[in-house]
Every structure is written in C-alpha cells, then in structure tokens.
C-alpha cells in the first residue's frame, strides 16, 4: 500500500486545515487508515483513525471535538478536518495504513507539515 499526504500549511490559531491521504496499491487488504503526528522534538503520536469501510473512528483525547476523520468510500482517500487549531497542534503529521489481521501500522506515507502560529 502506498500513501501520499498533502494538506499541510501554515494557519493562525483557531484556523483550520484538511489534511487529504491517498492510498493506493493493495488497498483491499488494509483494515483500518489512521492520522499519526510527531511535534517538533517529541515522538510521533496517534492522532485518529477510521476503518476502512469509513465506520468506527477513534480519536485522541487533545483533538477530540476540533478534528474529525472521514473516508471517500467512492475512492481510497481519507481526510483529516482539523478545526480551531492550536499552536501545540503544530507537527508533521502521517497518514498510515493497517493491515487485516495486524494490530501494527504497517504502512506509512512521507509526512506533512502543520505549522499553527499564536
């Protein structure tokens, strides 16, 4: 499976932003799609993630309520809509891919920047 991440920018605080994840390749094998993000000098983190068929979405509790993640079941695309962004919401954030029958996110795309200025 690969994926392709664009969306990214720079915003002011409280703006928004829709990240878009296009995947391709063997996609009828993935199970789940999900956002992952890394801060500048942290670790990456979990940001939401949605199953493949576009039900059952599980977020972070920092972006509960601002972010919402959806699937284009038309396509293979999924996106991210972050809403009332937050300095500390500034990260390169991935778009990622799991397999059937894998607890693990086995694919990654290559990562986009969201810089959000006070």
């Known amino acids: 499976v690969q994926l392709q991440a664009s969306g990214g920018g720079l915003v002011q605080a409280g703006g928004s932003l829709r990240l878009s994840c296009a995947a391709s390749g063997r996609t009828s094998s993935t199970s789940r799609m999900g956002w992952f993000r890394q801060p500048p000098g942290k670790e990456r983190e979990f940001v939401a993630d949605?199953?493949?068929?576009?039900?059952?979405?599980n977020y972070a509790d920092s972006v509960r309520g601002r972010f919402t993640i959806s699937k284009d079941n038309a396509g293979n695309s999924v996106y991210l809509q972050m809403n009332s962004l937050k300095p500390e919401d500034t990260a390169v954030y991935y778009c990622?891919?799991?397999?059937?029958?894998?607890?693990?996110?086995?694919?990654w795309g290559q990562g986009t920047q969201v810089t959000v200025s006070s």
């Open positions: 990622a891919a799991r397999p059937l029958l894998s607890t693990n996110y086995a694919y």
């Open positions: 949605i199953k493949w068929d576009g039900g059952n979405t």
